[in-house]
């Protein structure tokens, strides 16, 4: 099962808008819709607008109805691992089963300076989060957990009530191939990564295939996602046009431009993305930020989605596929 998702971030000044970008893509068809958990994202300068991810996430979850919904990444270092099992647990009531909750070891965001949130090192922000995926998973589904580690201690811990889902599904978020795909390999449900070329991403797959050979475990069981972003247009006489256009909205020298797989039409967006398919990607995340691209997002739903599902149609099922909701309308 292919699937399809916008992620559409909270950085809006008001919540109608996040939600008409939500109510949106359910109509589409769209699979999922996810957010993600900075709190001062540095895209926007240092007093740009950013809503709180966990209590956005849980206004959208209640107004939408078949979305599965998405938090991508939670870092580690905003939370006790407790408190976001919680939150998760919560935000899977509230959404009806539909949660896909992610965690990550935390990136630049401008809240560490602004708010003094301390902001450890790579090597232990990594500790931490190896720490919390084993703890997350533990309070969600055994009645108490015991944990002595280096970050976190836990002593008798329980959690009521436990996920809808029988599983929760855990992404991690990341591509660093020493440490954080070894605890992809020990914890994920999904891995999810931002967009690298195809040579990379199958380099990549291949380390996560050797950690996981080392625990005894199928890479087949972990489902790979991808985030990207794309400018769409109808033919090749508006491509360039709207390439300007978007472009001209972001920042001199954001990162976010290496983010673009391709400024196209439809089928130049289909070609771009087939060989990922190929290596076993089934979830494409499309990111949208205000001002939304409602042109791109219309046209990728109407013609390169359905494009790739034909593509795929008669692509066996692997294992980490099995119980994921297909949340496409009937």
Aim: proline share 6%.
């Amino acid at each position: 099962m292919i699937r399809f998702g916008v992620h559409s971030g909270q950085q809006y000044t008001r919540f109608g808008d996040c939600l008409a970008l939500w109510t949106r893509a359910e109509e589409l068809g769209y699979d999922w819709v996810s957010l993600f958990d900075h709190q001062r994202p540095p895209l926007g300068g240092p007093d740009g607008p950013c809503f709180d991810g966990p209590t956005l996430l849980a206004a959208l979850a209640a107004r939408t109805r078949r979305i599965r919904c998405g938090m991508l990444v939670s870092a580690v270092t905003w939370r006790h691992p407790a408190m976001a099992a919680s939150i998760a647990a919560t935000l899977d009531h509230v959404s009806g089963g539909r949660l896909e909750f992610g965690v990550g070891a935390g990136g630049p965001d401008l809240a560490y300076e602004q708010y003094g949130i301390p902001f450890p090192s790579a090597g232990e922000r990594l500790d931490m989060l190896d720490e919390a995926c084993e703890i997350m998973r533990g309070l969600w589904t055994h009645g108490r957990v015991d944990h002595a580690g280096r970050h976190y201690r836990l002593a008798g811990a329980c959690l009521e009530p436990k996920p809808l889902q029988e599983r929760l599904p855990l992404v991690i978020g990341g591509g660093g191939e020493k440490r954080t795909l070894r605890t992809v390999a020990r914890h994920a449900d999904v891995w999810n990564t931002l967009v690298t070329d195809v040579d990379t991403y199958r380099r990549k797959q291949a380390v996560l295939a050797a950690y996981c050979d080392e625990i005894g475990r199928s890479p087949d069981e972990i489902r790979m996602s991808m985030t990207f972003r794309v400018v769409l247009a109808e033919d090749d006489a508006r491509v360039g046009e709207r390439k300007r256009e978007r472009l001209a909205l972001l920042p001199v020298g954001s990162s976010d431009v290496s983010e673009y797989l391709a400024f196209g039409t439809p089928q130049q967006c289909v070609e771009a993305l087939l060989p990922y398919v190929r290596l076993g990607v089934r979830d494409f995340l499309l990111g949208l930020r205000p001002p939304v691209d409602w042109e791109t997002m219309r046209i990728f739903a109407e013609q390169v989605a359905p494009a790739l599902r034909r593509a795929t149609a008669d692509v066996g099922v692997r294992p980490a596929e099995r119980g994921l909701q297909d949340s496409r309308p009937a």
